[in-house]
């Protein structure tokens, strides 16, 4: 999985401070997560193809997370996009976009397809032979999801020299890599464990941007290997947090400990601090392995 | 008159190319026209007070621009902004704005005034003691409007040494600088002349984009000072003027002549081509005092 941090600030974007929107590209899929406004020229500054992208996930209908969405559908447009695309987020976007779209009498060449989200409870909004992408309803002043993507598992690697010894037939090896036991040419049962090894293991990555400290996300991403999560404020601004529906740093810290993520990265940050070095040394009291995100940064994992 | 371009090419933002928006600051009043996507960043870099603007002019709900404008109010808002903002645009563009306002759950502390337009005559939109606004009618694949703001007349300059040397009592001065004759001391008519000069010419300023060769414009802008019009294309691309309803750089040059403009500014360009100087030469052909517009640039006038 390779994601790539478009803007990571909350509110409202200034010069060198983008508003949230990221892209996560995983097993030939690149998924868009929120879309603040000037998210289209940071994709252009980050050589990101727009033309790959066919799904993209909005968390919630405040501006700084998809303002720019209308833009960048307008921008497809313009460069004669000819691919359907793919549209999550809240109940209201859709009449949205549309009303824009006819007001300005420039219907798409390509088809969008909304998939409005309502439900409270976690659910599939996507789903291939190799990912699939649920939703992690958040506890913010409006209607809100963040996403977990899960690979889906791999296939076992196959020893085919040691199949081919075995006499099984190639007709089988599929099957090997699926994990299945098979019969060879002399009517033996071979073992599967015998001549595959396991695959690598399947990745998760979790969004959870805007959300107060919320508990109930825990057994949704429970094990992800990867955990954005949203961390606005300081410990001195806690009780900001009541009235916000936002987390401090140690709380994105605590979410993670809780659910047992191999990595926290840090992001949506009030811009009313100095740097970001206060958000990694308060959550890292908490959890040992937290990242910042920031601009531009690209994390592999 | 004091006009900052803060974007000036059509179609889509780009790292270095962002679309629509100027910004006009005339006898006490900053007016923004258009908002393309980007704006209130664009208003940050040039270090434009954001509570000053009190009144934005929208030309057509083509997204390069008001994209930006759904952002700019939620900005003022987050920068507790309380003093009202006109809004003057599209009929349509209350119904975009409050729809997104509506489903954020985030209702302005400030009171926003829409003015929708739907004429297809030049109207007044706004009047003050110092200026006035009326709408151009453009012609355009939308319904669309221009604008020209006119400075009112100043008052007359007073030689107040020889109004008291004649005798003029105080009182009557300012009825001096608004012109008029008044009778002094003594019971003498004192012509207005003999103790004021006239005051600096006011100028104006017309702001058309996006149209067509339109020459229904020339009445309504006639002896403007400066005309900043819409130069899409170069000549060897005016075949897509009639199905894109845009103008090549000559076009607005004929424009500005027959209208008796004293300076032409050009800009929507498309980016299309390498440079800008191309638009200068062949709008320099027809009219002789052309500048091109440029994000960033400022013109004193």
């Given at each position: 999985?390779?994601?790539?941090?478009?803007?990571?600030?909350?509110?409202?974007?200034?010069?060198?401070?983008?508003?949230?929107?990221?892209?996560?590209?995983?097993?030939?899929?690149?998924?868009?997560?929120?879309?603040?406004?000037?998210?289209?020229?940071?994709?252009?500054?980050?050589?990101?193809?727009?033309?790959?992208?066919?799904?993209?996930?909005?968390?919630?209908?405040?501006?700084?997370?998809?303002?720019?969405?209308?833009?960048?559908?307008?921008?497809?447009?313009?460069?004669?996009?000819?691919?359907?695309?793919?549209?999550?987020?809240?109940?209201?976007?859709?009449?949205?976009?549309?009303?824009?779209?006819?007001?300005?009498k420039?219907?798409?060449?390509?088809?969008?397809?909304?998939?409005?989200?309502?439900s409270?409870?976690?659910?599939?909004?996507?789903?291939?032979e190799?990912?699939?992408?649920?939703?992690?309803?958040?506890?913010?002043?409006?209607?809100?999801?963040?996403?977990?993507?899960?690979?889906?598992?791999f296939n076992?690697?196959l020893?085919?020299?040691?199949?081919?010894?075995?006499?099984?037939?190639?007709?089988?090896?599929?099957?090997?890599?699926?994990?299945?036991?098979?019969?060879?040419?002399?009517?033996?049962?071979?073992?599967?464990?015998?001549?595959?090894?396991?695959?690598?293991?399947?990745?998760?990555?979790?969004?959870?941007?805007?959300?107060?400290?919320?508990?109930?996300?825990?057994?949704?991403?429970?094990?992800?290997?990867?955990?954005?999560?949203?961390?606005?404020?300081?410990?001195?601004?806690?009780?900001?947090?009541?009235?916000?529906k936002?987390?401090?740093?140690?709380?994105?810290?605590?979410?993670?400990?809780?659910?047992?993520?191999?990595?926290?990265?840090?992001?949506?940050?009030?811009?009313?601090?100095?740097?970001?070095?206060?958000?990694?040394?308060?959550?890292?009291?908490?959890?040992?392995?937290?990242?910042?995100?920031?601009?531009?940064?690209?994390?592999?994992?």
């Amino acid at each position: 999985m390779k994601l790539s941090i478009l803007g990571c600030y909350s509110a409202t974007p200034r010069i060198v401070a983008q508003t949230t929107s990221q892209v996560l590209e995983t097993r030939g899929h690149v998924f868009l997560i929120d879309c603040g406004e000037g998210t289209q020229v940071q994709l252009r500054k980050y050589k990101i193809k727009f033309n790959q992208i066919k799904h993209i996930f909005i968390s919630h209908l405040h501006g700084d997370h998809y303002f720019g969405l209308i833009g960048l559908i307008s921008t497809f447009n313009l460069l004669t996009r000819d691919t359907d695309l793919h549209i999550y987020g809240p109940k209201g976007l859709k009449e949205i976009i549309t009303l824009q779209i006819k007001l300005a009498k420039s219907w798409t060449n390509y088809k969008i397809i909304f998939h409005e989200l309502c439900s409270s409870s976690s659910v599939l909004i996507f789903e291939d032979e190799k990912v699939s992408v649920h939703t992690i309803p958040l506890d913010h002043r409006i209607y809100t999801n963040g996403f977990i993507i899960k690979e889906k598992p791999f296939n076992r690697k196959l020893n085919i020299n040691k199949a081919e010894s075995l006499n099984i037939d190639k007709a089988y090896f599929r099957k090997l890599k699926q994990g299945e036991d098979v019969v060879n040419d002399k009517g033996e049962i071979i073992s599967n464990k015998l001549v595959t090894l396991p695959g690598r293991s399947p990745l998760s990555y979790a969004f959870c941007s805007d959300t107060a400290y919320c508990e109930s996300i825990i057994p949704i991403i429970f094990d992800v290997d990867v955990l954005y999560h949203e961390s606005t404020f300081l410990e001195e601004h806690e009780y900001l947090c009541t009235k916000t529906k936002h987390s401090t740093a140690k709380q994105a810290a605590t979410i993670a400990l809780k659910a047992n993520a191999k990595q926290l990265i840090l992001g949506h940050y009030s811009t009313r601090y100095g740097g970001l070095e206060g958000f990694k040394n308060e959550a890292s009291t908490i959890f040992k392995d937290v990242v910042l995100s920031g601009d531009g940064k690209v994390f592999d994992f």
